[in-house]
Protein backbone atom coordinates (compact mmCIF):
# COMPACT_ATOMS: atom_id res chain seq x y z
CA UNK A 1 0.00 0.00 0.00
CA UNK A 2 2.71 2.57 0.82
CA UNK A 3 4.18 2.04 -2.59
CA UNK A 4 0.97 2.77 -4.15
CA UNK A 5 0.60 5.95 -2.25
CA UNK A 6 4.26 6.86 -3.39
CA UNK A 7 3.47 5.95 -6.76
CA UNK A 8 0.19 8.21 -6.86
CA UNK A 9 1.38 10.87 -4.99
CA UNK A 10 5.09 11.57 -7.28
CA UNK A 11 3.81 10.69 -10.34
CA UNK A 12 0.43 13.24 -10.14
CA UNK A 13 2.17 16.69 -10.17
CA UNK A 14 4.42 16.06 -13.38
CA UNK A 15 1.88 14.14 -15.25
CA UNK A 16 -1.31 16.29 -14.12
CA UNK A 17 0.84 19.54 -15.27
CA UNK A 18 1.45 17.68 -18.88
CA UNK A 19 -2.23 16.39 -19.41
CA UNK A 20 -3.94 19.85 -18.34
CA UNK A 21 -1.24 21.95 -20.83
CA UNK A 22 -2.84 19.31 -23.78
CA UNK A 23 -6.25 19.95 -22.77
CA UNK A 24 -5.61 23.90 -22.78
CA UNK A 25 -4.59 23.44 -26.28
CA UNK A 26 -7.25 21.01 -27.14
CA UNK A 27 -9.84 23.29 -26.04
CA UNK A 28 -9.87 25.22 -28.76
CA UNK A 29 -11.37 22.66 -30.55
CA UNK A 30 -15.15 21.27 -30.28
CA UNK A 31 -16.37 18.50 -28.35
CA UNK A 32 -16.87 14.67 -29.84
CA UNK A 33 -20.66 13.34 -29.35
CA UNK A 34 -21.15 11.85 -25.92
CA UNK A 35 -17.94 13.90 -24.03
CA UNK A 36 -18.48 12.57 -20.22
CA UNK A 37 -17.73 9.25 -21.58
CA UNK A 38 -14.84 9.76 -23.72
CA UNK A 39 -13.31 12.12 -20.89
CA UNK A 40 -13.73 9.39 -18.68
CA UNK A 41 -11.73 6.53 -21.07
CA UNK A 42 -9.39 9.50 -21.46
CA UNK A 43 -8.91 10.47 -17.61
CA UNK A 44 -8.39 6.61 -16.92
CA UNK A 45 -5.34 6.05 -19.67
CA UNK A 46 -3.97 9.62 -18.00
CA UNK A 47 -3.99 7.65 -14.55
CA UNK A 48 -2.33 4.77 -15.57
CA UNK A 49 0.32 6.66 -17.30
CA UNK A 50 0.70 8.84 -14.37
CA UNK A 51 0.91 5.65 -12.02
CA UNK A 52 3.57 4.07 -14.75
CA UNK A 53 5.78 7.56 -14.84
CA UNK A 54 6.27 6.88 -10.95
CA UNK A 55 6.52 3.34 -11.29
CA UNK A 56 9.63 3.60 -13.60
CA UNK A 57 11.47 5.99 -11.42
CA UNK A 58 10.77 3.31 -7.93
CA UNK A 59 11.24 0.54 -9.71
CA UNK A 60 12.34 0.46 -13.36
CA UNK A 61 15.23 2.66 -13.05
CA UNK A 62 17.21 1.77 -10.20
CA UNK A 63 16.80 -1.86 -11.55
CA UNK A 64 18.41 -0.85 -14.43
CA UNK A 65 21.21 1.39 -13.29
CA UNK A 66 22.49 -1.12 -11.05
CA UNK A 67 22.56 -4.10 -13.44
CA UNK A 68 23.90 -1.27 -16.22
CA UNK A 69 25.17 1.56 -14.62
CA UNK A 70 24.51 5.36 -14.01
CA UNK A 71 25.01 6.04 -17.67
CA UNK A 72 21.85 4.68 -18.11
CA UNK A 73 19.67 6.36 -15.58
CA UNK A 74 17.78 8.77 -18.46
CA UNK A 75 17.27 6.37 -20.80
CA UNK A 76 13.72 5.05 -18.84
CA UNK A 77 12.81 8.37 -18.58
CA UNK A 78 13.74 9.89 -21.82
CA UNK A 79 11.87 6.74 -23.52
CA UNK A 80 8.81 6.86 -20.75
CA UNK A 81 7.57 10.48 -21.75
CA UNK A 82 8.53 9.88 -25.68
CA UNK A 83 5.59 7.11 -25.46
CA UNK A 84 3.48 9.59 -23.32
CA UNK A 85 3.91 12.01 -25.80
CA UNK A 86 2.83 9.34 -28.73
CA UNK A 87 -0.50 8.04 -27.00
CA UNK A 88 -1.78 11.69 -25.94
CA UNK A 89 -2.12 12.13 -29.92
CA UNK A 90 -4.85 9.46 -30.77
CA UNK A 91 -6.07 9.85 -26.97
CA UNK A 92 -7.01 13.37 -27.02
CA UNK A 93 -9.06 12.55 -29.95
CA UNK A 94 -11.40 10.81 -28.19
CA UNK A 95 -12.73 13.52 -26.56
CA UNK A 96 -11.66 16.62 -29.22
CA UNK A 97 -12.74 17.03 -32.65
CA UNK A 98 -9.34 16.59 -33.98
CA UNK A 99 -7.04 16.06 -37.05
CA UNK A 100 -3.73 14.24 -36.68
CA UNK A 101 -1.96 16.64 -37.48
CA UNK A 102 -4.08 18.80 -35.15
CA UNK A 103 -3.92 16.49 -32.15
CA UNK A 104 0.29 16.52 -32.87
CA UNK A 105 0.04 19.91 -32.17
CA UNK A 106 -1.82 20.51 -29.46
CA UNK A 107 0.27 17.91 -27.49
CA UNK A 108 3.62 19.59 -28.13
CA UNK A 109 2.23 22.83 -27.94
CA UNK A 110 1.31 21.40 -24.36
CA UNK A 111 3.95 19.77 -24.00
CA UNK A 112 6.69 22.89 -24.77
CA UNK A 113 4.65 24.78 -22.73
CA UNK A 114 4.64 22.42 -19.13
CA UNK A 115 8.47 21.66 -20.35
CA UNK A 116 9.14 25.26 -19.87
CA UNK A 117 7.78 25.56 -16.44
CA UNK A 118 9.58 22.00 -15.48
CA UNK A 119 12.54 23.47 -16.30
CA UNK A 120 11.91 26.68 -14.31
CA UNK A 121 11.02 25.05 -11.52
CA UNK A 122 13.81 22.49 -11.80
CA UNK A 123 16.39 25.25 -12.33
CA UNK A 124 14.54 26.99 -8.97
CA UNK A 125 14.58 24.13 -7.03
CA UNK A 126 18.17 22.99 -7.36
CA UNK A 127 19.74 26.53 -6.85
CA UNK A 128 17.71 27.88 -4.21
CA UNK A 129 17.19 24.41 -1.82
CA UNK A 130 14.44 26.36 0.11
CA UNK A 131 11.63 25.62 -2.82
CA UNK A 132 12.33 22.15 -3.07
CA UNK A 133 11.26 22.09 0.78
CA UNK A 134 8.05 23.82 -0.32
CA UNK A 135 7.67 20.90 -3.31
CA UNK A 136 7.20 18.76 -0.17
CA UNK A 137 4.58 20.57 1.47
CA UNK A 138 1.31 18.24 1.05
CA UNK A 139 -0.62 18.61 -2.13
CA UNK A 140 3.03 20.46 -3.54
CA UNK A 141 0.31 23.59 -3.08
CA UNK A 142 3.24 25.93 -4.36
CA UNK A 143 4.13 23.86 -7.59
CA UNK A 144 0.65 23.91 -8.35
CA UNK A 145 0.44 27.50 -7.72
CA UNK A 146 3.53 27.68 -10.27
CA UNK A 147 1.85 26.20 -12.86
CA UNK A 148 -1.30 27.72 -12.58
CA UNK A 149 0.38 31.03 -13.39
CA UNK A 150 2.33 29.80 -15.44
CA UNK A 151 -0.65 28.17 -17.70
CA UNK A 152 -3.09 31.45 -17.20
CA UNK A 153 0.13 33.34 -19.07
CA UNK A 154 0.34 30.91 -21.50
CA UNK A 155 -3.64 30.57 -22.01
CA UNK A 156 -4.14 34.79 -22.28
CA UNK A 157 -0.66 35.23 -24.45
CA UNK A 158 -1.03 32.17 -26.77
CA UNK A 159 -4.08 30.13 -26.71
CA UNK A 160 -6.20 33.09 -26.81
CA UNK A 161 -4.39 34.31 -29.78
CA UNK A 162 -4.75 31.36 -31.54
CA UNK A 163 -8.23 31.50 -31.26
CA UNK A 164 -8.16 35.49 -32.21
CA UNK A 165 -6.35 34.30 -35.34
CA UNK A 166 -8.82 31.56 -36.42
CA UNK A 167 -5.54 28.99 -36.53
CA UNK A 168 -7.73 26.05 -34.68
CA UNK A 169 -7.55 23.23 -37.76
CA UNK A 170 -4.48 24.25 -39.52
CA UNK A 171 -2.09 21.84 -38.46
CA UNK A 172 -0.55 19.44 -41.26
CA UNK A 173 2.46 17.28 -41.93
CA UNK A 174 5.15 19.80 -41.40
CA UNK A 175 3.93 19.32 -37.83
CA UNK A 176 5.50 15.44 -36.83
CA UNK A 177 8.96 17.74 -37.39
CA UNK A 178 7.88 19.42 -34.45
CA UNK A 179 6.80 16.01 -32.66
CA UNK A 180 10.38 14.77 -33.75
CA UNK A 181 11.96 18.22 -32.38
CA UNK A 182 10.06 18.11 -29.02
CA UNK A 183 11.17 14.22 -28.91
CA UNK A 184 14.79 14.20 -29.77
CA UNK A 185 14.89 18.61 -27.46
CA UNK A 186 12.65 18.87 -25.23
CA UNK A 187 12.07 15.27 -23.85
CA UNK A 188 16.03 14.33 -24.68
CA UNK A 189 17.63 16.99 -23.81
CA UNK A 190 15.40 17.45 -20.52
CA UNK A 191 16.14 13.97 -19.62
CA UNK A 192 20.00 14.03 -19.99
CA UNK A 193 20.23 17.24 -18.20
CA UNK A 194 18.34 16.29 -15.20
CA UNK A 195 20.27 13.16 -14.94
CA UNK A 196 23.85 14.88 -14.98
CA UNK A 197 22.21 17.09 -12.38
CA UNK A 198 21.12 14.74 -10.17
CA UNK A 199 24.59 13.13 -10.51
CA UNK A 200 26.52 16.40 -9.78
CA UNK A 201 28.29 16.23 -13.15
CA UNK A 202 27.79 19.95 -13.98
CA UNK A 203 28.94 22.91 -12.59
CA UNK A 204 26.71 25.42 -11.46
CA UNK A 205 27.36 27.97 -14.36
CA UNK A 206 27.27 24.96 -16.78
CA UNK A 207 23.67 24.29 -15.24
CA UNK A 208 22.24 27.43 -15.59
CA UNK A 209 24.11 28.16 -19.35
CA UNK A 210 22.33 24.27 -20.08
CA UNK A 211 19.00 25.84 -18.78
CA UNK A 212 18.83 28.68 -20.93
CA UNK A 213 19.52 26.59 -23.64
CA UNK A 214 16.76 24.71 -22.86
CA UNK A 215 14.40 27.15 -22.53
CA UNK A 216 15.35 28.85 -26.05
CA UNK A 217 15.03 25.68 -27.41
CA UNK A 218 11.55 25.49 -26.20
CA UNK A 219 10.44 28.28 -26.91
CA UNK A 220 12.01 28.01 -30.54
CA UNK A 221 10.48 24.91 -31.03
CA UNK A 222 6.87 26.79 -30.06
CA UNK A 223 7.49 29.25 -32.50
CA UNK A 224 7.87 26.54 -35.13
CA UNK A 225 4.60 24.77 -33.89
CA UNK A 226 2.57 27.91 -34.38
CA UNK A 227 4.30 29.52 -37.51
CA UNK A 228 3.13 26.34 -39.23
CA UNK A 229 -0.62 27.01 -38.28
CA UNK A 230 -0.03 30.60 -38.84
CA UNK A 231 1.73 30.40 -42.32
CA UNK A 232 -1.27 27.75 -43.51
CA UNK A 233 -3.96 30.54 -42.65
CA UNK A 234 -1.81 33.35 -44.39
CA UNK A 235 -2.23 31.07 -47.28
CA UNK A 236 -6.02 30.25 -47.46
CA UNK A 237 -6.90 33.77 -46.61
CA UNK A 238 -4.33 34.44 -50.00
CA UNK A 239 -6.21 32.51 -51.51
CA UNK A 240 -9.86 33.51 -50.79
CA UNK A 241 -8.49 37.42 -51.41
CA UNK A 242 -7.19 36.51 -54.82
CA UNK A 243 -11.05 34.57 -55.54
CA UNK A 244 -12.43 37.49 -54.24
CA UNK A 245 -10.91 39.75 -56.61
CA UNK A 246 -11.01 36.99 -59.63
CA UNK A 247 -15.06 37.37 -58.31
CA UNK A 248 -15.43 41.39 -58.27
CA UNK A 249 -13.99 41.29 -61.69
CA UNK A 250 -16.38 39.49 -62.93
CA UNK A 251 -18.80 40.87 -61.30
CA UNK A 252 -17.70 44.20 -62.83
CA UNK A 253 -17.38 43.15 -66.11
CA UNK A 254 -21.03 41.95 -65.87
CA UNK A 255 -22.51 44.88 -64.36
CA UNK A 256 -21.29 47.00 -66.64
CA UNK A 257 -22.70 45.07 -69.15
CA UNK A 258 -25.97 44.54 -67.75
CA UNK A 259 -26.30 48.19 -67.00
CA UNK A 260 -24.92 49.65 -70.40
CA UNK A 261 -27.64 47.40 -71.90
CA UNK A 262 -30.37 48.60 -69.86
CA UNK A 263 -29.79 52.14 -70.67
CA UNK A 264 -30.16 51.63 -73.91
CA UNK A 265 -32.77 49.42 -74.38
CA UNK A 266 -35.07 52.05 -71.49
CA UNK A 267 -33.69 54.84 -73.23
CA UNK A 268 -35.16 53.24 -76.29
CA UNK A 269 -37.89 52.82 -74.70
CA UNK A 270 -38.88 56.21 -73.12
CA UNK A 271 -38.66 57.46 -76.45
CA UNK A 272 -41.39 55.05 -77.87
CA UNK A 273 -43.18 56.00 -74.92
CA UNK A 274 -43.26 60.04 -75.93
CA UNK A 275 -44.46 59.08 -79.18
CA UNK A 276 -47.14 57.28 -78.44
CA UNK A 277 -48.27 60.30 -75.93
CA UNK A 278 -48.16 62.58 -78.87
CA UNK A 279 -50.01 60.41 -80.68
CA UNK A 280 -52.61 59.87 -78.33
CA UNK A 281 -54.33 61.12 -75.72
CA UNK A 282 -55.71 58.13 -73.54
CA UNK A 283 -54.15 57.13 -70.87
CA UNK A 284 -51.31 59.70 -70.55
CA UNK A 285 -51.03 59.31 -66.97
CA UNK A 286 -50.26 56.07 -67.54
CA UNK A 287 -47.90 56.62 -69.79
CA UNK A 288 -46.51 59.74 -68.10
CA UNK A 289 -45.99 57.60 -65.26
CA UNK A 290 -43.90 54.84 -67.61
CA UNK A 291 -41.45 57.26 -68.50
CA UNK A 292 -40.85 58.44 -65.26
CA UNK A 293 -39.89 54.88 -64.24
CA UNK A 294 -37.89 53.97 -66.90
CA UNK A 295 -36.17 57.52 -66.42
CA UNK A 296 -35.10 55.92 -62.86
CA UNK A 297 -33.22 53.69 -64.68
CA UNK A 298 -32.57 55.29 -67.66
CA UNK A 299 -30.47 58.11 -65.84
CA UNK A 300 -27.96 56.57 -63.76
CA UNK A 301 -25.21 58.10 -62.09
CA UNK A 302 -22.42 60.46 -63.53
CA UNK A 303 -19.48 60.66 -62.15
CA UNK A 304 -16.94 60.72 -64.73
CA UNK A 305 -15.84 57.93 -63.79
CA UNK A 306 -16.74 54.42 -65.22
CA UNK A 307 -15.96 51.99 -63.08
CA UNK A 308 -17.91 54.37 -59.81
CA UNK A 309 -20.49 54.99 -62.14
CA UNK A 310 -21.33 51.30 -62.78
CA UNK A 311 -20.99 50.12 -58.95
CA UNK A 312 -22.71 53.53 -58.06
CA UNK A 313 -25.36 52.97 -60.12
CA UNK A 314 -25.88 49.11 -58.92
CA UNK A 315 -26.25 50.04 -55.20
CA UNK A 316 -28.39 52.84 -56.07
CA UNK A 317 -30.88 50.46 -57.65
CA UNK A 318 -30.61 48.45 -54.55
CA UNK A 319 -30.99 51.09 -52.23
CA UNK A 320 -34.04 52.04 -53.71
CA UNK A 321 -35.53 48.28 -53.27
CA UNK A 322 -34.99 48.72 -49.94
CA UNK A 323 -35.67 52.19 -49.04
CA UNK A 324 -32.33 53.35 -48.65
CA UNK A 325 -31.10 56.87 -49.71
CA UNK A 326 -27.81 56.82 -51.31
CA UNK A 327 -26.06 60.08 -51.75
CA UNK A 328 -23.24 60.76 -53.67
CA UNK A 329 -20.72 63.88 -53.93
CA UNK A 330 -17.98 61.84 -55.43
CA UNK A 331 -15.61 63.44 -58.11
CA UNK A 332 -14.44 60.27 -60.49
CA UNK A 333 -12.12 62.39 -62.15
CA UNK A 334 -9.84 62.29 -58.93
CA UNK A 335 -9.90 58.09 -59.14
CA UNK A 336 -8.36 58.40 -62.89
CA UNK A 337 -5.09 57.04 -61.91
CA UNK A 338 -6.72 54.04 -59.99
CA UNK A 339 -7.43 50.78 -62.33
CA UNK A 340 -11.05 50.18 -62.84
CA UNK A 341 -10.91 47.09 -61.05
CA UNK A 342 -9.75 48.59 -57.81
CA UNK A 343 -12.04 51.48 -58.09
CA UNK A 344 -15.35 48.90 -57.92
CA UNK A 345 -13.36 46.53 -55.60
CA UNK A 346 -12.55 49.53 -52.87
CA UNK A 347 -16.42 51.31 -53.49
CA UNK A 348 -18.60 47.57 -53.69
CA UNK A 349 -16.94 46.13 -50.54
CA UNK A 350 -17.58 49.50 -48.59
CA UNK A 351 -21.42 49.94 -50.07
CA UNK A 352 -22.27 46.02 -49.45
CA UNK A 353 -20.82 46.96 -45.68
CA UNK A 354 -22.79 50.39 -45.39
CA UNK A 355 -26.24 48.39 -47.50
CA UNK A 356 -25.95 45.60 -44.53
CA UNK A 357 -26.25 48.07 -41.60
CA UNK A 358 -28.44 50.33 -42.80
CA UNK A 359 -30.53 47.57 -43.78
CA UNK A 360 -31.16 46.87 -39.66
CA UNK A 361 -31.95 50.81 -38.98
CA UNK A 362 -35.19 51.08 -38.09
CA UNK A 363 -35.76 55.19 -38.34
CA UNK A 364 -36.71 56.20 -42.05
CA UNK A 365 -34.63 59.26 -41.31
CA UNK A 366 -31.49 57.57 -41.05
CA UNK A 367 -31.76 54.75 -43.34
CA UNK A 368 -28.58 57.13 -45.36
CA UNK A 369 -25.65 55.98 -46.81
CA UNK A 370 -22.93 59.06 -48.26
CA UNK A 371 -20.44 58.93 -50.61
CA UNK A 372 -17.96 61.65 -50.94
CA UNK A 373 -14.43 62.30 -52.18
CA UNK A 374 -12.00 65.51 -51.35
CA UNK A 375 -8.98 66.80 -50.97
CA UNK A 376 -6.87 67.31 -48.36
CA UNK A 377 -3.38 69.01 -49.38
CA UNK A 378 -1.51 66.19 -51.50
CA UNK A 379 -3.92 63.31 -50.67
CA UNK A 380 -7.77 62.15 -52.10
CA UNK A 381 -9.64 61.60 -48.75
CA UNK A 382 -12.69 59.20 -50.28
CA UNK A 383 -15.63 58.38 -47.17
CA UNK A 384 -18.63 56.28 -47.25
CA UNK A 385 -20.93 56.85 -43.96
CA UNK A 386 -23.97 55.40 -43.23
CA UNK A 387 -26.39 55.36 -39.42
CA UNK A 388 -26.62 51.87 -37.74
CA UNK A 389 -28.23 50.39 -35.08
CA UNK A 390 -26.12 47.22 -34.41
CA UNK A 391 -22.81 48.22 -33.20
CA UNK A 392 -20.23 46.99 -35.41
CA UNK A 393 -17.49 44.49 -34.49
CA UNK A 394 -14.07 44.74 -34.88
CA UNK A 395 -11.63 41.76 -35.50
CA UNK A 396 -7.57 42.25 -34.10
CA UNK A 397 -6.03 43.50 -36.83
CA UNK A 398 -8.96 46.31 -37.17
CA UNK A 399 -10.74 44.67 -40.33
CA UNK A 400 -14.64 45.18 -39.65
CA UNK A 401 -15.50 41.39 -38.84
CA UNK A 402 -18.88 39.53 -41.12
CA UNK A 403 -21.92 40.04 -39.36
CA UNK A 404 -23.44 36.75 -41.56
CA UNK A 405 -24.78 34.19 -39.66
CA UNK A 406 -22.28 31.64 -41.27
CA UNK A 407 -19.36 33.39 -41.26
CA UNK A 408 -19.22 35.23 -44.23
CA UNK A 409 -16.43 35.49 -45.82
CA UNK A 410 -14.42 36.66 -42.26
CA UNK A 411 -14.01 40.12 -43.17
CA UNK A 412 -12.29 39.89 -46.58
CA UNK A 413 -14.06 42.71 -48.07
CA UNK A 414 -12.57 45.26 -45.90
CA UNK A 415 -9.06 43.42 -45.76
CA UNK A 416 -9.93 43.85 -49.74
CA UNK A 417 -10.45 47.61 -49.57
CA UNK A 418 -7.08 48.03 -47.29
CA UNK A 419 -4.76 46.14 -49.66
CA UNK A 420 -6.23 48.71 -52.41
CA UNK A 421 -5.42 51.69 -50.63
CA UNK A 422 -2.11 50.13 -49.32
CA UNK A 423 -1.77 49.13 -53.51
CA UNK A 424 -1.54 53.27 -53.93
CA UNK A 425 0.32 53.81 -51.09
CA UNK A 426 -2.37 54.94 -48.99
CA UNK A 427 -4.44 53.62 -46.28
CA UNK A 428 -8.09 52.82 -44.56
CA UNK A 429 -9.67 52.93 -41.59
CA UNK A 430 -12.97 52.27 -39.82
CA UNK A 431 -14.56 53.99 -37.09
CA UNK A 432 -17.48 54.03 -35.62
CA UNK A 433 -19.14 57.01 -32.88
CA UNK A 434 -22.62 57.46 -31.67
CA UNK A 435 -24.35 55.68 -34.23
CA UNK A 436 -22.22 56.89 -37.46
CA UNK A 437 -19.82 54.41 -39.47
CA UNK A 438 -17.33 55.81 -41.36
CA UNK A 439 -14.83 54.18 -43.66
CA UNK A 440 -11.99 56.22 -44.75
CA UNK A 441 -9.61 55.69 -47.37
CA UNK A 442 -6.36 58.33 -48.05
CA UNK A 443 -4.65 58.10 -50.90
CA UNK A 444 -1.96 60.11 -52.24
CA UNK A 445 -2.61 62.57 -55.49
CA UNK A 446 -0.24 61.38 -58.29
CA UNK A 447 1.93 64.24 -59.32
Not at 35 to 56: M, R
Not at 160 to 183: C, M, P
Not at 221 to 250: G, H
Request: include cysteine; proline fraction near 3%.
Amino acid sequence: MDILQRIVYMSMPNMLTIFIAIGMFCSLYPLRPRPALNFAACALVCVALSCGSTFIQLVVRPALVTQLGSYISSFPTLAYFVLVLLVCIPLFRLPFELTLWDAAFCCTAGYIMQNIGHILWQAATNLMPALDMLANLPRVAPLYTFYLLLFALGYVTVIKNIHANRLEGEGDWRTGFVVAGVIAVNIGLSSIVESLQGQGALHVSQYLALVICMLMVSALTFLLDYTILFSNRMREDAAAARQLVQDQQRQYELSAETIEAINVRCHDIRHQVRQLSTQTDTQGELLEEISGLISVYDAGINTHNKALDVILTEKSLLCQGRSIQLACTADGKSLSHMAEQDIYSLFGNALDNAIEAVEKVRDPERRLIDVSTHSLGQMLCVQVRNYYDSEPQFVEDGSLATSKKDGGLHGYGTRSMRLVAERYDGSCSFEANDGLFCVSVLLPVPA
